[in-house]
């Protein structure tokens, strides 16, 4: 699974939105963008995923650029209860055959009032 | 319940002694992960099983660790002859079949060797 490169911290106030940014510059073509966030004392959760297209759950928005290299993890409207650590992870994605996740150290997002 | 569940929550054991961590996941989940944890660091892959047999298990550290599935529902992790560096927390996963979909964590059972 390709690398990926996260800041190891951000800061974003109650209500506005977090921009959660990811390089994975040697991403395969059949590799996706996973999102995973963890907040403390919990098992990671998932949030979204995408190949090369932009998405957008009722979670968060994730837009890839259009090289693939890196990606950016939008939360439109961060609270309190998004502070976590979010983990940006490259991987085969759903029709492939499973594989591990490989978490890096991820960004911890302090959202504060 | 429907989420993965893992036990015990907690685990405290004396060093050299043998602990199982057991993971029970999502009912007609066919793959499951062992991840451990070590603070201010993310998981750490372990194995992964689809169904009863474990088809990575390049993450385990050293032979003192070995993981059964023999039915391909729960799972017991095994640890032989604990060392203090064992000390982590230990996250179990499942998804829904044999491709990469989504996957659930469990809780985790904190692991400390004394």
């Known amino acids: 699974d390709a690398k990926t490169t996260q800041p190891p911290s951000m800061d974003c106030a109650e209500g506005r939105a977090a921009n959660l940014p990811c390089n994975h510059s040697?991403?395969?073509?059949?590799?996706?963008v996973y999102w995973y966030r963890q907040i403390h004392s919990q098992g990671p959760q998932y949030i979204i995923h995408?190949?090369?297209n932009n998405e957008t759950n009722e979670m968060a928005s994730l837009i890839i650029t259009e090289d693939r290299k890196s990606s950016t993890l939008i939360l439109p409207h961060a609270t309190l209860r998004d502070t976590a650590v979010y983990y940006c992870i490259v991987r085969v994605g759903p029709a492939g055959t499973a594989s591990k996740l490989t978490f890096g150290t991820g960004t911890r997002l302090q959202v504060t009032l | 319940g429907a989420g993965v569940s893992q036990t015990p929550s907690n685990k405290v054991t004396e060093k050299g002694k043998y602990v199982e961590l057991r993971c029970d996941p999502i009912?007609?989940?066919?793959?499951l992960y062992w991840y451990r944890q070590s603070l201010g660091q993310g998981p750490e892959f372990l194995i992964y099983?689809?169904?009863?047999?474990?088809?990575?298990d390049s993450g385990l550290p050293n032979d003192r660790f070995f993981a059964v599935r023999p039915e391909g529902s729960v799972s017991t992790l095994k640890i032989q002859r604990t060392e203090r560096g064992d000390s982590a927390v230990y996250l179990c996963?499942?998804?829904?079949?044999?491709?990469?979909?989504?996957?659930?964590f469990g809780q985790g059972t904190r692991l400390t060797v004394v």
């Open positions: 995408g190949l090369k």
């Open positions: 009912s007609g989940h066919t793959a």
């Open positions: 099983f689809q169904g009863t047999g474990a088809a990575d």
């Open positions: 040697t991403i395969s073509g059949n590799e996706y």
């Open positions: 996963a499942s998804s829904l079949n044999g491709r990469n979909t989504e996957a659930f």
